[in-house]
């Protein structure tokens, strides 16, 4: 059960399909539940039933109310939740139940059904809670929300046969919470959805001549805009810099768009473009339209989140601006890979010196940076390869017969966008 699946463009539901596919075409049944409302725009509708790419998707109805409040937020996870949960009793059996962190309570699903049907489950953890929760603020560390989300991923944890993290950090604080984690432990990076990964040069892009970034530097921060992720220190180097031939483009949504938006009002930024969701067959046209792809990583947020957006700036060839700490996975592949640079989150004087050097640095010089982070991604993280691994850590969870298929009934994902 996800409460975002494709077509819609959120990140978490691209991946999702990536899974569910590949267990397809490995002979698997594959069914997802998923809300038949758009991520982040509730307005937007999918139909109630269809067959993507081999996959059954089964779309239910009040799902999403939107991210204008927390209780809208939590009120659409819940009927989810009793929906999502009711549909799996009644339907055919799931051998393996995929769940992940979204919405936070998804794990409920899981434990329910996986008592119920007798099922295995598989744990991808693509945000830790309810830690990232207390450090975002949004719950205090030993309320009710809490403790039961504690005590909800303390079961799941025990009860599931393999558990993903997305890379070291996430391991390591997942196995805090139990040390017999280890042995069904895996990691997993979420892999660059390479089919929308064009890169387009500059002179022959689209998106470049409809929005005037022609003859200016491109500097882009583009996907979920989360608060936990400050923006203030690229926001007020913009400010800083609105005589330079820059632009900065803030491209997607979530909770901190709003934000971003009201700085550029008050200030009257005239060198900053905010765009929605860019639709997928037009990701390619935005994406490269950067000279430079910011990615945004709060501190109190490693080890429990993943910035999944560093991939496709690398598969682009772009070179990548980290805002956050060095002691992190994205500083890991920036600094390791030499394809771009760190700074921390308010060293505004950091930022507007570095773009200053920038554009004096000559197009090759950025090429070559952007070219050493596409050589990571095709040699650690192309997505066919990062897709089978993901496949065959599911098939470690259940028994296979000869024919390669499982043995049981079918495989059913649950995981959500919260």
């Known amino acids: 059960m996800s409460q975002v699946y494709v077509p819609d463009p959120a990140s978490v539901g691209q991946h999702l399909a990536g899974a569910a596919e590949s267990m397809a075409t490995h002979g698997w049944d594959v069914r997802v539940v998923t809300s038949n409302a758009g991520y982040d ?37 819940l009927s989810f939740v009793m929906q999502a949960v009711v549909r799996s009793v009644l339907g055919a059996r799931p051998t393996l139940l ?9 794990g409920i699903i899981a434990l329910t059904v996986a008592w119920l049907r007798r099922s295995e489950i598989a744990f ?10 207390v450090a975002a603020g949004a719950f205090r560390e030993r309320s009710l929300p809490v403790r039961l989300m504690g005590w909800m991923n303390s079961l799941l944890l025990a009860r599931a046969k393999r558990v993903v993290a997305l890379d070291r950090l996430m391991a390591g604080t997942l196995l805090t919470k139990r040390r017999d984690l280890a ?20 002179a022959h892009n689209p998106f470049r001549v409809e929005h005037g970034l ?49 700085y550029v009002r008050e200030h009257k930024l005239e060198n900053v473009l905010c765009l929605p969701y860019q639709p997928l067959e037009r990701l390619r046209f935005s994406l490269s339209a950067a000279d430079v792809h910011v990615v945004s990583m709060g501190e109190a947020m490693v080890g429990l989140v993943h910035p999944c957006k ?21 500083g890991d592949l920036v600094i390791g890979a ?48 990062l897709r089978a691994d993901l496949v065959e850590v599911l098939e470690e969870c259940v028994k296979v017969d000869v024919a390669g298929g499982p043995a049981g009934d079918e495989v059913q994902t649950l995981a959500a966008a919260g």
Not at 98 to 106: G, H, R
Not at 124 to 133: F, S, V
Not at 313 to 328: H, N, T
Not at 347 to 367: F, H, K, N, Q, Y
């Open 41 to 77: 725009d509730p307005r937007q509708r999918y139909p109630a039933r269809e067959v993507r790419n081999g996959v059954e998707v089964v779309r239910l109805p009040f799902t999403s109310f939107g991210k204008g409040s927390l209780a809208l937020r939590l009120a659409g996870q």
């Open 214 to 262: 022609n003859g200016r530097l491109v500097v882009m921060y583009s996907g979920n805009h989360s608060p936990v992720h400050p923006l203030d220190t690229l926001l007020e180097a913009a400010r800083q810099l609105q005589s330079e031939p820059l632009l900065f483009a803030f491209i997607g949504g979530g909770q901190g768009k709003a934000a971003v938006e009201q």
């Open 124 to 133: 991808w953890a693509m945000d830790i809670n309810p830690e990232q929760a």
């Open 310 to 330: 560093v991939y496709g700036a690398m598969a682009l060839g772009r070179p990548v601006l980290l805002v956050g700490p060095q002691d992190s996975h994205v």
């Open 98 to 106: 995929l769940v992940s962190t979204s919405p936070p309570f998804a």
């Open 338 to 385: 030499r394809c771009g640079w760190q700074v921390d989150h308010g060293d505004v004087e950091a930022v507007v010196a570095l773009l200053r050097r920038l554009l004096r640095t000559s197009p090759g010089e950025l090429e070559a940076m952007g070219a050493r982070g596409l050589a990571v991604v095709r040699a650690q993280f192309g997505e066919e390869r």
């Open 183 to 202: 042995s069904r432990m895996r990691i997993v990076p979420p892999w660059p959805l390479e089919q929308h990964l064009e890169s387009v040069d500059h």
